[in-house]
């Protein structure tokens, strides 16, 4: 059985940074996309990062201060997050995308595998 379980989510002041991590079990992940998004109450999912075979994509509210990265021995996927504002306040998921492409994609559907997700909270 996959499973995909996300840690490293707290509360944390304006301008602060926290680092996600995401281990994958019951899977090798290393040819897949890993992907991270984000759901703030009463809001959509929202694309946050993605990495495919050592490329990266961010989403447009992220570029500049989260950074994606992957441990292929250690099956993680890492987000870190710097300079956080209130509006990054979400719960944070984790996300594979198994299917052998060279295209990274933004759109959850394309990711079969998601965690629980784990809470972010930035306060002003």
């Known amino acids: 059985q996959v499973q995909l379980v996300e840690s490293g989510g707290g509360l944390v002041q304006a301008g602060g940074s926290l680092s996600l991590s995401c281990a994958v079990s019951?899977?090798?992940?290393?040819?897949?996309?890993m992907g991270w998004f984000r759901q703030a109450p009463g809001k959509d999912r929202e694309f946050v990062a993605a990495?495919?075979?050592?490329?990266?994509y961010y989403g447009d509210s992220v570029k500049g201060r989260f950074t994606i990265s992957r441990d292929n021995a250690k099956n993680t996927v890492y987000l870190q997050m710097n300079s956080l504002k209130p509006e990054d306040t979400a719960v944070y998921y984790c996300?594979?995308?198994?299917?052998?492409?060279?295209?990274?994609?933004?759109?959850?559907?394309?990711?079969?595998?998601w965690g629980k997700g784990t809470q972010v909270t930035v306060s002003s």
């Open positions: 996300a594979a995308d198994p299917t052998p492409r060279t295209k990274i994609y933004t759109d959850g559907y394309k990711y079969s595998y």
């Open positions: 019951g899977r090798t992940f290393s040819s897949s996309a």
């Open positions: 990495i495919r075979s050592g490329n990266t």
